[in-house]
């Protein structure tokens, strides 16, 4: 039995030798080792000796606007090619026709092409043209048959303009094959720049292919402004050689904080200051709607470089002071905790251990050198009781004539809580009361700028997409005529519906109202005729509902000959919501001519009614300037705190433009990089990692150290009161493990004592 309990002994002070891998001297050390890193950041983020010269937001907002006109060109190339091949596939289906004919109808329903031909493949004989002289000479019609042959190519004039070729066939039995030819320029299609803002279209070298927004020389009046227009050319042609090089670059390889979902490269660039402007660009290359999808335009190559002049603001948001002292309070408080916990927890606990493996060595002569605080004072007051018991005192005898009482009222725990309260006294200002950003913040022009034209650029977007759809449905309704039969009618729907995602049904009505042909989803009820008129129109597109889940869009054109017969098209909502989701400009709205929301880029209920403060500037940007209404924009402070928000009506020519619809946007402020939300930002972060490094360290050594220093103070007692059956076992292979284990040691060698005298075990009750 001796000899059993001495290789016990030896077993387990053999694991009390081992290296300390847990236990309190790690969360003391990653709590360290985290207070110094906050420091650091806190010192870094927030202690900058000045700010950016451009604010964040600004150059994001740059980088939205390229991404804007990529869209809106890469969207007209590949809806002119489209529209051309569609277009010569309607005519080679019907009766042959004359080249004249064909190009007199394409002008007729389609006004964006500068030049049209029909050039005779076989001979390479001109048979008809309209508009300016098209670069037919360009094209080499023996690789037409070839992969790739119509694709769309960009020629260079001699007087150093491009144009942009689109190709189709016509071909009918009989006849030789005809090549339909349609140029047109790379300039963009319903973008507002604003003043002082300029945009190009560049190749993948760099070159610029377009431009606009930059007055020529001989339209400015002073030397100055002529300086000026040179200085703008040549940082222009600077951003075109970067973009150019970081166009090159794979997408996902290139992406920077706030660029948003766009499929393609993107980015913004700084230039040169002038006079105390700063010129800042935004590139984004032409790409599909998804990634990884090319079409028509994506593989021409083309890259959009937005450039404008931003004032630069000298003065700065804090200094360097700020950052220092938040930085040094977090090291005089942290050292403070940690000090605190070495002295009080660590330090005692430690000696604890040693005096524990002492006991157990045989070391008896010296009494226990006891704590003052908390538990490790009443393990150590066990220990010293259990000494004398280990020389022959009897169990029970009073408590050694310390000075400290058995149970101390501040334990170990509250020592952590007060630990905690120093670091939680430096992390809550910083995350409820230090730079805090109020409705005074300094927004600056060009953001509120931005919101406006870039609204201004999407509600023309939508208007053009509406347009279009219409100009499919006067191009089919002309090509059906009067004698097409509703099988082929049938077909040619189908195949427009295809092309074209924007339709939820196409469908064509007779003057009686019966269906003659439909393809897509079944059309919904349309409005009777007045007397004397079987048009259900009023307008070529209308609305035909004022409430619903979902608003029913239709357009509307006659087809000729048939006696009142029209083909219809109801638009899909969800193509127009799509046509509307563009980061960097919040929550967007389309409403009617009454304010109601017919579609939006985030959750909404159709027809119900804007914000008062929105619907009073939707109605003030209706108010006609000079000869048509204008887009506007306008920033908000309020308790709520700040926000801009932009307005744009439709404004331009096509069916669309009496719907009298109009495009709203709006954001708060506080989501953009602007100087003063960004310092509240890494303000409200550093006070968030203070308060998630004082819950995890501490919360660490409470549940390794405290709550199982606590369990043993109690056991430790009560074998120093006489309990010699409850065998105390480790739960941590740490320091309080340690003690326990020689706690353990020391009961054991209290029973062999008493075996030894013939006394009989003591218990509790």
Not at 134 to 158: C, F, H, I, W, Y
Not at 209 to 219: A, C, M, R, T, Y
């Amino acid at each position: 039995m001796a000899a059993s309990s001495a290789k016990r002994r030896h077993k387990v002070r053999r694991r009390a030798d081992m290296s300390l891998l847990g236990g309190i001297r790690p969360p003391i050390a990653v709590l360290s080792a985290l207070l110094l890193s906050l420091a650091g950041i806190t010192a870094l983020g927030l202690g900058r000796a000045s700010q950016d010269p451009v604010p964040a937001a600004v150059l994001t907002s740059q980088q939205h606007f390229a991404e804007d006109g990529a869209i809106a060109m890469r969207a007209s190339i590949d809806e002119s090619a489209t529209d051309l091949t569609r277009t010569a596939g309607l005519f080679s289906a019907g009766d042959p026709v004359s080249p004249d004919a064909v190009l007199d109808k394409i002008g007729s329903v389609y006004q964006k092409w500068m030049g049209t031909a029909v050039v005779e493949i076989k001979s390479g004989r001109m048979l008809a043209a309209r508009g300016e002289n098209v670069p037919v000479t360009a094209v080499d019609t023996s690789k037409l048959a070839g992969q790739d042959g119509l694709s769309p190519r960009m020629v260079r004039l001699q007087n150093g303009e491009t144009r942009l070729l689109a190709l189709a066939l016509l071909s009918w039995p009989d006849r030789p094959q005809q090549l339909l030819i349609a140029s047109s320029s790379l300039r963009f299609p319903g973008i507002s720049l604003g003043q002082f803002r300029s945009i190009a279209v560049i190749d993948s070298e760099g070159r610029i292919l377009s431009s606009d927004g930059i007055p020529e020389p001989e339209q400015v009046l002073t030397d100055l402004q002529r300086d000026g227009v040179k200085r703008s050319n040549k940082q222009l042609k600077a951003f075109s050689k970067i973009a150019a090089a970081k166009a090159a670059q794979h997408p996902l390889k290139t992406k920077e904080p706030g660029s948003g979902g766009f499929p393609g490269v993107s980015g913004s660039l700084l230039g040169d200051s002038f006079e105390g402007d700063r010129s800042v660009a935004g590139y984004a290359t032409l790409t599909g709607p998804q990634p990884g999808e090319g079409t028509v335009a994506t593989a021409l190559g083309l890259t959009v470089v937005a450039m404008v002049d931003v004032a630069v603001d000298p003065t700065r948001v804090v200094g360097p002071l700020f950052g220092l002292l938040a930085a040094a309070a977090v090291l005089l408080i942290g050292g403070l905790a940690v000090a605190l916990l070495l002295g009080t927890v660590q330090r005692p606990l430690l000696k604890l251990f040693l005096e524990s493996r002492r006991l157990t060595r045989g070391d008896l002569t010296r009494p226990v050198t006891v704590p003052r605080y908390g538990e490790a004072a009443r393990i150590g007051q066990a220990l010293e009781r259990l000494r004398r018991q280990l020389l022959g005192e009897p169990a029970g005898t009073a408590a050694v004539s310390s000075g400290a009482s058995r149970r101390s009222r501040f334990g170990t725990r509250g020592l952590v809580v007060v630990c905690g309260i120093l670091l939680l006294a430096w992390s809550a200002p910083m995350l409820l009361l230090f730079n805090r950003a109020d409705s005074t913040v300094a927004v600056p022009e060009q953001i509120i700028s931005d919101q406006r034209e870039r609204t201004d650029t999407l509600s023309d977007r939508v208007r053009r997409a509406l347009n279009e759809g219409h100009a499919d449905l006067v191009s089919v309704s002309s090509l059906i005529g009067d004698r097409t039969s509703p099988d082929d009618m049938k077909k040619v729907l189908e195949r427009t519906r295809t092309e074209h995602v924007r339709y939820r049904s196409l469908y064509v009505r007779a003057a009686d109202g019966t269906i003659t042909a439909r393809a897509g989803e079944s059309p919904h009820r349309l409005p009777a005729g007045d007397k004397g008129n079987d048009k259900p129109f009023a307008q070529p597109i209308n609305v035909l509902n004022d409430s619903g889940k979902e608003p029913v869009i239709a357009g509307y054109a006659e087809i000729p000959g048939r006696d009142g017969a029209a083909v219809i098209g109801e638009f899909r909502i969800d193509f127009i919501n799509s046509l509307l989701k563009r980061p960097g400009l919040g929550q967007i709205r389309v409403v009617d001519a009454e304010r109601r929301v017919l579609g939006g880029n985030t959750g909404y209920l159709a027809f119900q009614s804007l914000p008062k403060r929105l619907d009073e500037l939707a109605t003030g940007a209706n108010q006609k300037t000079g000869l048509s209404a204008r887009a506007g924009g306008v920033m908000y402070r309020d308790g709520d705190g700040v926000q801009i928000a932009g307005a744009a009506p439709f404004v331009g020519g096509g069916a669309a433009k009496k719907l009298g619809w109009t495009v709203v946007s709006w954001q708060p402020a506080a989501g953009l990089a602007i100087p003063e939300y960004s310092l509240q930002n890494r303000t409200v972060l550093s006070g968030l990692l203070g308060i998630t490094a004082a819950a995890a360290c501490l919360g660490w050594l409470h549940i390794v150290v405290v709550r199982p220093l606590r369990e043993l103070a109690g056991k430790a007692e009560a074998l120093a009161d006489g309990d010699r059956r409850t065998v105390l076992f480790p739960h941590h292979h740490d320091e309080v493990g340690a003690v326990a284990r020689s706690l353990e040691l020391v009961r054991q060698q209290l029973q062999e004592q008493r075996r030894r005298d013939g006394a009989p075990l003591a218990g509790r009750n």
